[in-house]
């Protein structure tokens, strides 16, 4: 796999053809996506329908498109086109953090083996995906409205005037209890984690590192009573302890890759801090591609 990828590199090979851009490579990739698909529709638990069923042609063209749209995105809106290397280091991330690999073997064979298909079908729409999800989400202009709300609410705090949409929550300052080896929930962790990618019906079960969003103040693992300030991702964390240190403390507006966060210190003790919490989602990823897909058409 690695030589072979070695030489596709090592020739030149252009990946916006791997991507497909004629009727007959969009064909190739319909199928060539039609066969991954087929191999996660053998291994979901509970499939009632038939393959067809679930994955019709026109779904499966749509889904191609999908990921054309988004590559076009990346380079119109961004100037970003995707290189060998970028899409090597993918290939090399999928080989290495991939949780089935009895699965990824079976898509490899559902591709006939084949080092450039596997390219063009897993690696390069992965690279895509996670190359334009990372510039949106830290596209300042894009997102000035919700930055701008959040800012207004943190205005008022400081000005005493109370803000409707934000939520308690209080979290116990002390480690967390040490969970019995039987409990079957383990306890939040924070690192960045490997997150299958998906777009509607597709799922990449190769697993991608991705960065992971803050968590918002309330999560906490199911059926937990309590929220530990401990569980919360080690940044927020920090900047917490220096901004919210007595009643009445206000935070910054904290950006995070899905949103903006704000809190309020209500009360503090040595055992617990509780405070008033506001989140504030930026645009729409979905949406915003689909806008850009309806402009793009006028």
């Known amino acids: 796999m690695r030589a072979s990828l070695t030489l596709l590199i090592a020739v030149g090979l252009p990946y916006s053809s791997l991507a497909g851009g004629s009727e007959g490579e969009f064909g190739r990739l319909c199928t060539d996506r039609a066969a991954v698909e087929r191999v996660y529709h053998a291994h979901r638990l509970g499939t009632k329908q038939t393959f067809e069923e679930a994955m ?10 999908q ?4 590559e076009a995105v990346l380079k119109k809106v961004y100037g ?14 999928i080989n290495s953090t991939t949780r ?10 559902a591709l006939g ?8 079908a897993m690696a390069h729409p992965l690279v895509v995906e996670r190359e334009l999800r990372r510039r949106f989400d830290n596209d300042d202009p894009l997102h000035a409205s919700q930055r701008s709300a959040a800012e207004r609410a943190r205005a ?6 109370s803000v409707n949409e934000m939520r308690e929550v209080t979290w116990q300052l002390a480690p967390r209890p040490v969970r019995d080896p039987s409990d079957s ?14 777009s509607n019906a597709y799922t990449n079960a190769a697993n991608v590192q991705i960065a ?39 935070s910054a507006v904290i950006e995070t890759p899905g949103g903006f966060l704000l809190f309020q210190v209500k009360a503090k003790s040595a055992t617990a801090i509780t405070v008033s919490a506001l989140s504030t989602p930026k645009r729409s990823y979905e949406e915003w591609l689909a806008q850009s897909s309806t402009e793009s058409k006028q």
């Open 56 to 65: 019709p042609r026109a779904l499966l063209e749509q889904l191609v498109r």
């Open 67 to 70: 990921d054309q749209h988004k």
């Open 80 to 93: 970003v086109g995707i290189t060998p290397a970028m899409v090597a280091a993918e290939v090399q991330r």
């Open 100 to 109: 089935a690999p009895e699965v990824l073997a079976e898509i490899r064979h």
């Open 113 to 120: 083996d084949d080092t450039a298909r596997f390219i063009a």
């Open 156 to 161: 008022s705090l400081l000005a005493k005037i």
């Open 185 to 198: 929930v383990p306890p939040p962790t924070h690192d960045a984690q490997p997150s299958t990618a998906s």
């Open 212 to 250: 992971q969003t803050l968590p918002s103040p309330e999560r906490t693992a199911p059926g937990e009573e309590r929220h530990y300030f401990a569980d919360l991702d080690p940044e927020l964390q920090t900047v917490l302890r220096a901004q919210l240190q007595k009643p009445g403390d206000v």
